[in-house]
């Protein structure tokens, strides 16, 4: 059996600030979390603290514990346990349309998006599309061989 190089939770939760290491270069728009709001032992999140918006569509846990936070037509999120850094067209996602995203085993964040495919190293965006040879731009899943 392969292990999973991450994993997808689709419900929210807490990372420890302390157990993230946070190193990463200057790339999209960076907040400081809101305070949130507790709900029982759930800690929530909105808009209002910082994510990219209040309507989140899938979950992703990559390697070095971050949650990258996929919205519907408002780009994508990633939050470190402290802040969230939004990510949009404007930072290098093909659209802000983001379908699905995965985690592959070199720690790279692809992103499946209506203007075609996404691979964040960490530092930049690499841009697969029509253009460059994929079937379609419009891209609405995709799995690690």
Known sequence: MIAPAAIEYYIPMQIP???IATSLPALGSTLPAGSGYHHGSWHCFTAQDGLPSSIITQILQDLRGDLWLQT???GVGRYDGRQCTVFTAADGLLHDNCWHMLADRRGHIWFATAG????YDGRHFAHFAAADGLGHDIVNNMCED
């Open 17 to 19: 600030a302390d157990s």
């Open 72 to 74: 519907f037509n408002e």
């Open 116 to 119: 075609g495919l996404c691979r």
